[in-house]
């Protein structure tokens, strides 16, 4: 399998490659040259399979020779050793639980393959790699538990001080080892500027092997499918599921559709979005054009550019009556976000965090609009993170306490650990050149 770049203008790479350079050299992201799909034996039968045996079998052909079997089937169930429940809210409406990993996000699934993909990499290769990533929150604990102990990595977050929420600063900060928090006195948005700029200092990147670990990363952003066949495994209708996706860079609703693509089957995909409506606008109007993110209370979708759009593009060849005929979308308020968060509470008596609530509010909206023709839609939807890393915004809506999870409580014990610097670049470099 070769993957080329959206862009056209650099040279096809193995996943290996992929992997190790996050991005392609003319700025675009890579994309596998062909999407492969599954066979009429796998559909029939992956409903009895394990969840490590679906993922190496899904994911083998994107991994092509670069990673042997062996290794491949221990990465992978090492990334999903955790439950991915489907459960039911209401008659017509499931939840895809994706926050029982380690960090409570799904984002764990992709750091935790990406990360033990450039483990095996690192062995053969003499490269240092250096991650850098910024975090509104999720990303940055994710990763840094992802990576954690892998050799031949080390792992440099950016976060803004007093910006994440308590349990996330202790994901953040108290790991130690390979994992360096700095607390930028600044905005997400400084983070990622600083962090833009490292990647495009040439004489920085002389010294220090840098790359990603957002969903630009084949490696980060491909696993993300596995959790469609789990839902898929737990749905018992004969109909396939309306599917929604809570939406802030596009990388978890393109795996998805690159599921579908390659044969797993779904009835329709909603794209649930806050505030920030690049595609939904894009949807009512054919015209895609960017814009300044906006804050809202579900900030993990904070995005004014989602950088998976061109992937979306590609993957139905920029045909937007495709497009539109397959995936359909929303942009829900903080206002309706906090009133869905405290209905689905008082009526389900469920518990949605604040991206879930964005995608609940969506599917809903969506089987209500095709209800009129067909009473028998039923849908499911990614609920993308634990309540209570959240919790200010949900304990408002409830007005009850959430619980801190067991698997959570002795993070309260260690203590933080990060470098505070400036929200310029020049201390950022400065930290790097030490
Ligand atoms: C990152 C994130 C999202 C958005 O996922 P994308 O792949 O960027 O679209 C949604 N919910 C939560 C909780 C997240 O952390």
Sequence with gaps: MLYHSTNSNSEKVNFREATIRGQAPDKGLYFPDSIPMLTKEFLSSFKQKSKAQIAFEVIGPYVGDTITEEDLFQICEHTVNFDFPL??????????????????????????????????????????????????????????????????????????????????????????????ALEVQGTFDDCQQMVKQAFMDE????????????????????????????????????????????????????????????????????????????????????????????????????????????????????????????ISSYSISDKETSETISRVYKNYNYTLDPHGAVAYASLEKYLNEVDGQATNNRGLFLETAHPVKFSDVVEKATGATIEFPDSMKHLLHLKKKSVMIEAEYKALKSFLDS
């Design 87 to 180: 459960v039911r809210v209401t008659d017509n409406i499931s939840s895809l639980e994706l926050f029982h990993g380690p960090t409570l996000a799904f984002k764990d699934i992709g750091a935790r393959f990406m990360s033990r993909c450039l483990g095996c990499f690192s062995k053969t290769d003499s490269r240092k790699v250096t991650v850098l990533v910024a975090t509104s929150g999720d990303t940055g604990s994710a990763v840094a538990n992802g990576f954690l102990g892998v050799g031949g990595v080390d792992v440099i977050i950016l976060y803004p001080s007093g910006k994440v929420s308590k349990i996330q600063e202790l994901q953040l900060t108290t790991l130690g080892q390979n994992i360096t």
């Design 203 to 326: 004489e920085l990147n002389k010294k220090l092997f840098l790359t990603s670990a957002n969903s630009i990363n084949v490696a980060r952003w491909l696993p993300q499918q596995f959790y469609y066949f789990y839902a898929l495994q737990q749905w018992q209708q004969k109909e396939p599921p309306v599917v929604c996706v809570p939406s802030g860079n596009f990388g978890n609703i393109c795996a998805g559709l690159i599921a579908a693509v390659s044969g797993l089957p779904v009835k329709h995909f909603v794209a649930a979005c806050n505030s920030n409506d690049v595609f939904t606008k894009y949807l009512l109007s054919g015209e895609l054009y960017s814009q300044q993110a906006v804050a809202t209370i579900s900030n993990a979708m904070d995005v004014g550019n989602p950088s998976n759009l061109v992937r979306l593009l590609e993957m139905f060849g920029s045909d937007y009556s495709r497009i539109k005929n397959f």
